[in-house]
Nanobody
Framework: QVQLVESGGGLVQAGGSLRLSCAAS????????MGWYRQAPGKQREMVAV???????DYVDSVKGRFTVSRDNTKNTAYLQMNSLKPEDTAVYYC????????????????????WGRGTQVTVSS
């Protein structure tokens, strides 16, 4: 069972930057996608940024140009660099890892398993 531990959250003023890290352990099969999701009070959890093992990325529109997702496959670690932070970025940020059994991705035919970290709080003051 993959375990994910996030770090790097905190309190920052609007316009500031934070870098989140997500370290995966107990990894048996390759992690296909690693991503960041967030949930603000009273709102549903939303995808913020995801990156595949091959480096393909996707972002929610509201963070494009401000956030950058990256990963180090040798360390099973993902990062989220957040610049020009806004108060509306305030949320608990969760790391996600998507694993397709021993396969390398959805095309393998193996079922997808999702793993989640416990989350890290990001608060942006105005």
């Amino acid at each position: 069972q993959v375990q994910l531990v996030e770090s790097g959250g905190g309190l920052v003023q609007a316009g500031g930057s934070l870098r989140l890290s997500c370290a995966a352990s107990r990894v048996i099969f390759p992690i296909h996608g690693m991503g960041w999701y967030r949930q603000a009070p009273g709102k549903q959890r939303e995808m913020v940024a995801v990156i595949t093992r091959g480096g393909s990325t996707d972002y929610v529109d509201s963070v494009k140009g401000r956030f950058t997702v990256s990963r180090d496959n040798t360390k099973n670690t993902a990062y989220l660099q957040m610049n020009s932070l806004k108060p509306e970025d305030t949320a608990v940020y969760y790391c996600n890892a998507a694993v397709y059994g021993p396969g390398l991705g959805p095309e393998s035919g193996f079922p997808r398993s999702d793993y989640w970290g416990r989350g890290t709080q990001v608060t942006v003051s105005s």
